[in-house]
């Protein structure tokens, strides 16, 4: 939702031309960077620290497992971490998704004025509060299995974006994406046409 979202949150910002190409890439390094930390931080506790449960429960015990192994300092540190991940998230589902729709009706029908005071927005909000009451009762797996595919789907298509955005043609000769740049949603998208065949 971070990187649909970006493009609302610049033109929010003002930035306009080439010019500011720059800071966005800043920006976006930055942050992707911090994730990947994060995630990989995570994924070596979990991998070193044997814990039961699920949800919300599991980050306690991970969490207590990290304060016997570094001291009380440790588990309060990754308290406060995974309550800004999980916060953070849930606070991006519920801005950017309206806004994201209601700059779609916005673009469609032409209407004017400020985003977050139209109709389609109160909507979408009102959607994003009641929809997901429906699935408290579906089973983890089948959530967690369509989340996965969804997920998994997401990322050849960001790389063909990327690299459909990065053409000259379309956004100017001065914009476009050198070359060492484009390799790297080039290779994600081979990797991800691979991997049937692997599996197979």
Known sequence: MTLLSYGNWIEE????????????????????????????????????I???GSGAALATQMAERLGEAVGPAGEWVFLVGFWGAV???QLRVWQSIPYMFADFVRLQTGVTGDVRSSKAYCFCVVLVAIVP?????APVRQIQLA?????ACFLPLLALTLLL??????????????????IAPAACLAFCAALPLLDG
């Open 13 to 48: 910002d003002g930035r306009r031309g080439p010019g500011m190409l720059r800071s966005c890439r800043i920006d976006l390094a930055v942050g992707n960077g911090v994730t990947a930390v994060f995630g990989l931080c995570v994924i070596v506790i979990g991998s070193q």
């Open 50 to 52: 044997e814990v039961q």
């Open 87 to 89: 916060f953070s998230s």
């Open 133 to 137: 009451l429906f699935l408290l009762n």
């Open 147 to 151: 989340y996965g595919i969804v997920g």
């Open 165 to 182: 955005n990065g053409r000259g043609q379309w956004v100017g000769q001065q914009s476009r994406n050198p070359l060492w740049i484009s």
